[in-house]
């Protein structure tokens, strides 16, 4: 891999590789009848939200509110946020955006509910169900109508259907079972999650909608769980070999602040990708450790790229994210919907 | 605890709490005839820099370029960059910032110590010894000696002393070692960390100069390190009960994005001082799993203050701090060395 001019730690965007991830995902969705709904919180990042949006996606999913006034001022008019909001500050901060964009929020309470009703017109409210993550979300199918129909019958509340994260085995059956029950006119079912994207076919036809954020990068979670392979990751981790102190060990200029301390199902704390055997054993906030395997020669001022173990985490530890394209940098994108 | 009418997520810093925190540390250091050097990766906010050498610090310590550079923005004169700085565009930095102040940096490679040859006059150089904590530094006194005496006879390069991190047993003979060995006028033998703060004076007489960070905050780990008490405790994070799906769950909307996901030597991920008995048993980006205790009440709205395990990450994934003295608000201050 050819080094960058770049002062490291940084996030380094391949963007044939984003619009391979962007293009490929939108066209299964288009494929399946799902309207898309990319999750924002991957990327924070605005120029990406409308090239999703641009590409065909229904709007965007937003866990924050930050984000999801990033994404109004912006321009794109169909923002979700898939759970409670609560607090005098939130409802005021979602009214005024009501202003400016279609909101859908989702609940898992009916006294969070009961607060969403004097936000202002046009607000459209999903059920948050949760059909075994362990997370929000209503427990049971009775309650998911139940909580549905007091919603419909709520002045300043307008029903729009149910929602989950992730959709483990049950997750169809659960949901179909609450629409069932409501009784009422269900516009949107929508489910999430980049590790079991490709398996989202099978959701149908009662899921209408699929909630997606990694996939624009991947990772090496997403990896680990079958969803991309090495060569669609997007998204990695510039850094420089700073020390050898002692026969195989290096230590690397990308560490917690970095890379974050999130783990997954493979070891260590990333991949470096030129020196593939060898293991990020452990970070401090500003260094990493590299267990140097047999052969990996890695030399103080050699430049790596690390796969991150979560790509949703490192964005957000960035104020920007340098881009390339065939191997040299192409400029960079500001991550503006951060720390909002 | 008193509620904040403050946005959750945040950051939160008893100002009492932290000034004598800063206060008693710097009256130790006094006591003890060390120089003070605190480290700012912990706050990266310039306005606790400037109190902390208002109290008596001598300069004080950053592990980025853009902190440094923050820190000599705020008029602060002397900076120590405790590692390599590999790069020719790091090293045009540390040139830039020369002008500006008084810098001391540590290596330990004889190729990175001519690397910083050219940077320009003034420029201090101490030599990085690893004591046993196992990650960067020179692995023998011998080879610190060596590469001491290397710097010394450089053209362009200042040879100032030895820097560890941390000081386990074993320290003070190695760094005494190396002193004697290089033969050479020794200024700073400089040692660190919050942990073992309060036991520094056993470093005496070899060690000059003292470099703790999260000393200003406190957290869970150095709590349990028993270097603080939780009344210790200046940085909590703020949270707001979000959702109360099943008898036992409480979600909070602290999430790794808001704590991270650092683990230290107790359970879980933060101690939630309303429920001091639950646990905060895993994290998502913008969620916090709280499995309540009996007897342990959170209801939906709820504002919860979070003793975060590792304070010196959270600073770092927000814009501002918010302050609070007696319990009430009382301004912000911006995390103005993040991010640079």
Redesign the interface.
Known sequence: MSEL????PAPVVDLDRLDRNLERWQRRCDELGFASRPHV?THKCTVIALRQVELGAAGVTC??LGEAEAMADAGIGDVLLP??V??A??LE?LSRLLGRARVTVAV??E??AEGLADVGDGLTILVEC?TGH??????TPQRAAGLAKAIASTDGLRFGGFLTYPAPPGARAFLADAVDRCGLEVETVSAGGTPAMWDAGELRPVVTEYRAGTYAFHDRATVAAGAATLDDVALTVCA???????PG?A?V?AG??AL????CAEPGHGLVLEAPSSRLVRL????G?VELADGDELD??RQVRIVPNHA??VA????SLALVRDGALAGAWAVDAR?R
Not at 316 to 319: D, K, V, W
Request: glycine share 10%; charged share 35%.
């Open positions: 001019d770049l002062e490291t919180k866990q924050t759970g409670n609560v607090g500050r939130k901060r898992d309470d006294r969070v949760d362990g997370r929000s979300g209503v427990q420089t070999v700073v020390s050898r102190p002692a060990r230590i200029d917690s602040k974050s301390s999130d783990r401090d906030e500003e260094h450790y103080v001022g949703c985490v957000n530890l960035f104020s720390g």
